[in-house]
């Protein structure tokens, strides 16, 4: 929904995803999720583009995800032990 936070939205594209995540199709979905007709506002593509790299930031200081080491447009799931 494009009404949740956008660190919530990348959350779910996430869980979708697998092991490596190819950074471009993340912002590419998380594009299409904040741009689509049931958005509430249309928000142009730098702002989306900000928001995104802002999420990622969060999930990466939250330990989710790390630069992967084989390719360099790549993120790799990291587990998070909780607290």
């Known amino acids: 929904m494009p009404t949740q936070p956008p660190t919530?939205?990348?959350?779910q594209l996430y869980l979708?995803?697998?092991l490596q995540i190819n950074t471009h199709d993340l912002y590419t979905a998380f594009h299409a999720i904040?741009?689509?007709d049931t958005a509430p506002e249309?928000?142009?593509?730098?702002t989306i583009m900000t928001?995104?790299?802002r999420?990622?930031?969060?999930?990466?200081?939250?330990?989710l995800v790390r630069q992967s080491r084989r390719k360099a447009d790549c993120v790799t799931k990291g587990g998070?032990?909780?607290l």
Do not use: P
Not at 8 to 11: D, F, M
Not at 55 to 63: D, H, I, Q, R, S
């Open 51 to 53: 928001l995104f790299y």
């Open 16 to 18: 979708e995803a697998g």
């Open 42 to 46: 249309m928000l142009e593509d730098e």
């Open 80 to 82: 998070w032990g909780g």
């Open 55 to 63: 999420a990622l930031a969060e999930l990466k200081w939250v330990g």
């Open 34 to 36: 904040l741009s689509s």
């Open 8 to 11: 919530s939205i990348l959350y």
